[in-house]
């Protein structure tokens, strides 16, 4: 299940044009890439972030954390050039396996 904070949801539709429910589905793209966030995580909480692509279109960035069974949506934006082409890196070296 997927949770957020009212005020981050609208933050994030203010800011980056989407809500953060808009975007869940990202977690679905098998080629999702996800790391520990390190500069972010504290001692009360870890927090992640993963590239993904939402609906076979479009690359997004999303910061998370984990509470309990739901993943917690911290912030969600449009994947920049960089972010983009470590995607499209991974999504290559994963399909060539295949």
């Not at 989407?18 to 870890?46: A, G």
């Not at 910061?63 to 309990?68: A, C, L, M, W």
């Not at 917690?72 to 449009?78: E, G, S």
Request: charged share 35%; hydrophobic share 35%.
């Amino acid at each position: 299940m997927f949770t957020w904070t009212d005020e981050k949801n609208q933050h994030n539709k203010k800011k980056h044009g989407f809500y953060l429910s808009e975007i869940i589905d990202v977690f679905d793209d098998p080629h999702l890439i996800e790391w520990y966030d390190k500069k972010h995580s504290s001692m009360e909480e870890d927090r992640y972030i993963c590239l993904g692509r939402l609906h076979d279109v479009v690359i997004f960035f999303v910061v998370f954390t984990e509470r309990g069974e739901n993943i917690h949506l911290i912030t969600a934006r449009k994947a920049d050039p960089i972010e983009e082409r470590l995607y499209y890196a991974h999504y290559e070296k994963e399909t060539r396996r295949n």
